[in-house]
């Protein structure tokens, strides 16, 4: 499976940002799509997940409420929405996937794309 990131940027407090992962390669049957993020300093932490084919989601309790990870079946795309966006959303934000069941450890992912930065500034 190969991934590509896009979408990061600069944004003011309060306000939204979309970032988007597609997604090409092998079957996409029981694949998980997740997205993780990366602060200086700080551990990659599990952000928000979805079940490729049912389409259920799962969502760090930091970002419950303001974040959400849509899919796009026929584009072969995962978004992650941000919405009310605080400074400590401030990191590098990377999509990853696995096969399998929904995990929120990175080092349990075994595909990754390139890392796409967000900086929202007070």
């Known amino acids: 499976v190969q991934l590509q990131a896009s979408g990061g940027g600069l944004v003011q407090a309060g306000g939204s940002l979309r970032l988007s992962c597609a997604a090409s390669?092998?079957?996409?049957?029981?694949?998980?799509m997740g997205w993780f993020r990366q602060a200086p300093g700080k551990e990659r932490e599990f952000v928000a997940a979805i079940y490729w084919s049912g389409g259920s989601t799962f969502y760090a309790d930091s970002v419950k409420g303001r974040f959400t990870i849509p899919r796009d079946n026929a584009k072969n795309t995962v978004d992650l929405q941000m919405n009310s966006l605080k400074p400590e959303d401030s990191a590098v934000y990377y999509c990853?996937?696995?096969?399998?069941?929904?995990?929120?450890?990175?080092?349990?992912?075994?595909?990754w794309g390139q890392g796409t930065l967000v900086t929202v500034s007070s």
């Open positions: 390669g092998r079957t996409f049957s029981r694949l998980i």
């Open positions: 990853a996937a696995r096969y399998g069941a929904v995990v929120v450890t990175a080092v349990q992912y075994d595909y």
